[in-house]
C-alpha cells in the first residue's frame, strides 16, 4: 500500500503525518520549529517506510529555490524546503501551508472545483482553487491575503513590516498587542481575550466584536479575489473559537460583501489539516505545481 509523508511546517511547531491514499493516518509526528526545521524532520522519520514526501510551509517561500524567503513569525526567517530532505532519497514536492491545505480538502475531502481555506492561527493565509486550478503564482505566493491590506488609514504593524494588514489585526500573535490598545490592559495571548469574553468581561466583549468585523472584511476580500463556492477555515483561533465566529460572522459579511456568500465549514482535519494537505501534495501533484519542477 503506497504511503506518503506530509510535513506541516508553522511558526511554533511541525508536524509530519504518515497517510495512505484515504488521508487515513499511520504514523505522526511533532516537534518545536527550528531554524532548520526540515532537518530535524528527515532525522525524526529516517526509519518510517514511504513513497513520496509533501511540504506545506509557512512563507513567503520561493518554489523555484525550494526556500523560505522571509517568514515573519519563524525562528529563522529564511530556510530550506528541499534540501534537508534529499537524504530520504524520496520525490519531494513543496508549497505554502494554506495551498497545501486547501488542496488536501480538494483531494480528499470535498471535490469543489471553486473553494478557498483560510487559516486563522500565529497569522492569517490563504490557499485556493479556482475552476479546478490550485493557484500559486509567479514564487507561490500567490495566496498571501493575509497581508491584504484592509485599513489603509491604521498605524497597526504586521509582523511582516507592513501596515493595515488582515493579519495585523487578526492573526493570534498581534491580538494582545491589539487588545492592549483598545482597554489599556495586558493579556499574555488571545485564547485568554476570548476566555475573557465568554466571562462576560465588557473589555473583551468590545475587543472581539472590533476582531469580528475585522474578520469580516478580510474575509470579504478573500471571497472577492476567488468567488469561490466553499470557505473552509481551520487555524488554532479559528477551531477554539468557533462558537464565537460563526453565528456573528453572516451578518457582518453582508455589510462587505458585494457577491453570493459561499457556504463556510470548519477544518476537516483539525491539527493535521496542513500535514494531511502536503501528503495530498505527494499523492496528486497538481498541474500547476509541475510547472514549478515538482517533485524533485
Known amino acids: 500500500m503506497p504511503l506518503y509523508l506530509g510535513v506541516d511546517v508553522g511558526a511554533t511547531w511541525t508536524r509530519a503525518v504518515l497517510v495512505d491514499d484515504h488521508a487515513n493516518v ?7 520549529t527550528s531554524k532548520n526545521p526540515l532537518a530535524d524532520v528527515a532525522e525524526a522519520v529516517a526509519g518510517w517506510k514511504f513513497d513520496s514526501i509533501g511540504v506545506g510551509s509557512i512563507g513567503p517561500m520561493d518554489l523555484r529555490s525550494g526556500w523560505v524567503t522571509n517568514s515573519p513569525n519563524s525562528p529563522a526567517r529564511q530556510f530550506p524546503l528541499v534540501e534537508p530532505l534529499k537524504k530520504l532519497s524520496k520525490p519531494v514536492v513543496v508549497a505554502n501551508d494554506c495551498v497545501a491545505a486547501v488542496w488536501g480538502e480538494y483531494v480528499f475531502k470535498h471535490g469543489v472545483d471553486n473553494m478557498v481555506y483560510l487559516t486563522l492561527s500565529t497569522g492569517v493565509g490563504v490557499g485556493a482553487v479556482v475552476n479546478g486550478t490550485l493557484l500559486l503564482g509567479k514564487d507561490g505566493n ?32 498581534n491580538v494582545p498587542k491589539w487588545f492592549r490598545e483598545v482597554s489599556g490592559e495586558a493579556v499574555a495571548d488571545a485564547a485568554e481575550v476570548f476566555s475573557r469574553y465568554r ?7 468590545e475587543f472581539v466584536n472590533l476582531w469580528l468585523d475585522a474578520l469580516a472584511a478580510g474575509i470579504a476580500t478573500v471571497v472577492a479575489a476567488y468567488d469561490p463556492e466553499l470557505l473552509i477555515v481551520g487555524g488554532s483561533v479559528a477551531l477554539n473559537n468557533w462558537d464565537i465566529i460563526i453565528p456573528k ?10 457577491v453570493r456568500p459561499p457556504k463556510i465549514l470548519q477544518a476537516s482535519f483539525g491539527d493535521d489539516e496542513v500535514a494531511i494537505g502536503a501528503a495530498a501534495l505527494a499523492y496528486k501533484t497538481p498541474d500547476s505545481l509541475k510547472k514549478f519542477g515538482y517533485p524533485r
Not at 26 to 32: E, Q, S
Not at 151 to 166: L, T
Not at 249 to 258: E, F, H, M, T, V
Open 26 to 32: 499511520v504514523n505522526r509526528l511533532k516537534i518545536r
Open 142 to 173: 500567490a495566496h498571501e491575503l493575509g497581508h491584504a491590506v484592509i485599513d489603509f488609514r491604521a498605524g497597526r504593524q504586521c509582523g511582516c513590516g507592513g501596515f493595515g494588514h488582515f493579519e495585523a489585526y487578526i492573526g493570534g500573535a
Open 199 to 205: 466571562a462576560g468581561d465588557s473589555k473583551a466583549v
Open 249 to 258: 460572522l453572516s451578518p457582518r459579511l453582508a455589510k462587505y460583501l458585494g
